[in-house]
C-alpha cells in the first residue's frame, strides 16, 4: 500500500533547516533597528500572491527562500524600536521560541482533561485573577484578543441581566430593550460586539467625555434614568481602561459605585491599559478594574507577547459558564474518572464560544517566568516615562501642539507651523476653519513622509475633529533617542513641507 504523510522525508535536513530558521530570525530579531521601520511592499511583491495554486511539491529549503524574499522584509514593523502607530505590541524572542513550541505539540486547549496545555492556562488565569485583585471563584479564557475578549463578557453581561431565558428565546423574548453604557471614546470592539450580540448598536449609549477624555458619570448618571424613565432596561457600564485615541482611564471607582448603586454589570475594557496595575507609579490610575464583574485585556499589547493573546476575566464563574456551557455527546465532559474527557473540571470551551483553540497560554506563561513580573512592571512604567518626557518634548516646542492631556503612554499631538504658533500664542479660538483644515492636512502628510520614509511609525487620529499623529507607547525597544529622533524629524518635515513659514 502506497501510504503518505506529510512528515519530512530527510529528518536531518528538516533539523538543518529549523536551526537555520532559528539562527535568521534571531539575527533578524537583533538587527531590527538597524533597518527602516516600514517599507512599502512593491508591486512585485503584491503580484506575487496572486500565482496559482500550488499543485505539486516544492523544498522546504525554496519555500523557505521565497519567504526571506518576499514576506519578511514586508513587515507591519511592529517589533522595530520607532513603530508606535495604534496599538501594536512588540513581542519578544523568547515569545517567538514558543510559538514554534506550542505549534509542535499542536494542542487543541478547547477541552479534554488531564494534560499539560490545560494547567498552564488555568495557572494563568489564577495568576491573571491575583494581578487583578479578583476573587478565587472567578473564571477566566485566553482569547485571539480584545476584542473577542470584549464580546464574551458583554455576552455573559446580556445573558446574566436578561429578564428571560436568553439563551433558549434569544432577544427575541426580552420584554425590554437592554441598554448599556461607555464613553463616546471606547473602543469600536465594543460596538462590534452588541451589534454581533443582536443587541443593536442603537443599545450603546455613547456618553460625552469631560476634559480628560473621561466618561462624564453626571452625564451617565442622566443616561441611565433617561432609558429607566423610557421603559428600557439598562443592564451594563463599560468603563475604559486606557483609551485607544488618548490613553484616559475612565474613573473606574466612580463607574464601580453607579453600576453598584443601579445593579448593572461593571465591564472594563483593559486592552492595555490594565496593565498599569504592575507599574508602582501608575496603578492608581486603574484603582477600582478589581471591582469589575468582567475585565478584558489584551497581552499581545502592553504585555509584549506575541500576536495573539489576550484574556477574559469574569467574577461570577456560574455567570459566564452559563452562557457558554454546551455538551453534545460527543464532547461528554465533567464527569472525573480517567482518560482524556476523565477530569471533573469545566473545560475552556465552557467559557467560550470557541471550541478548538491552540496553546496560546504557553508563550504567556515562559514569557513571565523568563522575565518576572517585576520588570514588566518597569517597562511599563519606562513606556509611560517615555510617553510623558514626549510630551515635555511637544509642549516646550512651539511649532508643535498636545491634542490631549498624556496620562498614560499614549500621546496625540500635531505640528502648527508658524503661523499655527501664532494662532496659538493669540488663543486656540482664533483659527479659522481654513488654517484647521490645513493644519490637518499638513499632519496628513508628515504622517506619510515618516511612514514612507522608514524613519518612525506613528498612526493618525482625529481628536475632538482635528487630526493628530498618535503614538501608543507599547514597545519594549525603543529608547528615549527614538523620539528625540522623532520630534526633529517630524519638525524638519513640516518645515520642508514650508506651510505657515
Ligand atoms: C482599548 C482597546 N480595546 C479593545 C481593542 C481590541 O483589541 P484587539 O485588537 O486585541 O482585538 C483595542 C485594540 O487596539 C483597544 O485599544
Redesign the pocket.
Known amino acids: 500500500m502506497n501510504e503518505e504523510t506529510l512528515d519530512p522525508k530527510d529528518w536531518k535536513a528538516m533539523a538543518a533547516l529549523g536551526h537555520r530558521m532559528v539562527d535568521d530570525m534571531v539575527h533578524y530579531l537583533q538587527t531590527v533597528g538597524d533597518r527602516p521601520v516600514w517599507k512599502h511592499a512593491p508591486q512585485e511583491i503584491k503580484s506575487h500572491f496572486t500565482r496559482e495554486l500550488p499543485l505539486d511539491p516544492q523544498a522546504p529549503e525554496q519555500v523557505y527562500e521565497e519567504f526571506l524574499e518576499y514576506v519578511l522584509p514586508y513587515p507591519v514593523g511592529n517589533i522595530h524600536p520607532r513603530f508606535w502607530g495604534?496599538?501594536?505590541g512588540t513581542g519578544t524572542v523568547q515569545g517567538a521560541f514558543a510559538e514554534m513550541l506550542a505549534a509542535a505539540m499542536n494542542t487543541n486547549t478547547g477541552g479534554l482533561d488531564h494534560h499539560s496545555a490545560n494547567h498552564v492556562e488555568s495557572q494563568l488565569i489564577r495568576w491573571f485573577r491575583e494581578i487583578f485583585g479578583f476573587p478565587a471563584g472567578a473564571s477566566g479564557v485566553l482569547t485571539?484578543?480584545?476584542?473577542?475578549?470584549?464580546l464574551i463578557a458583554l455576552a455573559v453581561a446580556r445573558n446574566a441581566k436578561a429578564e428571560g431565558d436568553l439563551r433558549r428565546q434569544g432577544l427575541q423574548g426580552a420584554k425590554r430593550r437592554m441598554i448599556c453604557y461607555g464613553s463616546e471614546e471606547?473602543?469600536s470592539?465594543?460596538q462590534k460586539a452588541v451589534e454581533l450580540l443582536g443587541l443593536g448598536s442603537d443599545c450603546l449609549r455613547t456618553v460625552a467625555v469631560n476634559d480628560a477624555f473621561q466618561i462624564d458619570t453626571g452625564k451617565l448618571e442622566e443616561a441611565i434614568a433617561g432609558d429607566r424613565e423610557r421603559g428600557f432596561l439598562p443592564f451594563c457600564i463599560i468603563g475604559?481602561a486606557?483609551?485607544?485615541n488618548t490613553g484616559a482611564v475612565d474613573d473606574l471607582q466612580a463607574l464601580a459605585d453607579i453600576s453598584e448603586r443601579e445593579g448593572l454589570w461593571f465591564h472594563v475594557?483593559g486592552?492595555?491599559?490594565a496593565w498599569a496595575v504592575l507599574a508602582p507609579g501608575a496603578k492608581e490610575k486603574v484603582r477600582g478594574l478589581e471591582r469589575a464583574d468582567s475585565l478584558?485585556l489584551?497581552l499581545?499589547?502592553w504585555m509584549y507577547m506575541p500576536y495573539?493573546i489576550?484574556c477574559v476575566l469574569v467574577r461570577s464563574e456560574q455567570s459566564h459558564r452559563s452562557t457558554f456551557s454546551l455538551t453534545p455527546a460527543y464532547l461528554a465532559h465533567g464527569e472525573g474518572g480517567q482518560g482524556l474527557t476523565g477530569g471533573d473540571l469545566p473545560w475552556f470551551s465552557d467559557y467560550h464560544f470557541q471550541l478548538s483553540r491552540g496553546f496560546r497560554a504557553l508563550k504567556a506563561w515562559m514569557s513571565l517566568k523568563e522575565h518576572g513580573l517585576r520588570k514588566y512592571g518597569r517597562l511599563i512604567e519606562q513606556n509611560i516615562r517615555q510617553a510623558s518626557y514626549l510630551g515635555s518634548l511637544v509642549e516646550q516646542e512651539p511649532l508643535l501642539e498636545l491634542g490631549a492631556p498624556v496620562t498614560l503612554n499614549v500621546v496625540c499631538f500635531r505640528y502648527v507651523g508658524r503661523e499655527g504658533e501664532q494662532t496659538r500664542r493669540a488663543g486656540w479660538t482664533e483659527r479659522t476653519e481654513q488654517e484647521e483644515q490645513a493644519v490637518d492636512a499638513l499632519n496628513r502628510e508628515i504622517l506619510v513622509r515618516l511612514q514612507e520614509g522608514g524613519i518612525a511609525v506613528p498612526s493618525g487620529t482625529t481628536i475632538r475633529g482635528r487630526y493628530h499623529l498618535h503614538l501608543?507607547i507599547t514597545n519594549h525597544r525603543s529608547r528615549q533617542e527614538d523620539f528625540d529622533l522623532l520630534i526633529r524629524e517630524v519638525l524638519r518635515i513640516g518645515e520642508e513641507l514650508g506651510v505657515g513659514s
Open positions: 495604534w496599538v501594536i485571539s484578543g480584545c476584542s473577542a475578549a470584549n471606547i473602543h470592539s465594543l475604559a486606557g483609551t485607544t475594557d486592552a492595555f491599559g478584558a489584551d499581545h499589547k495573539e489576550g501608543a
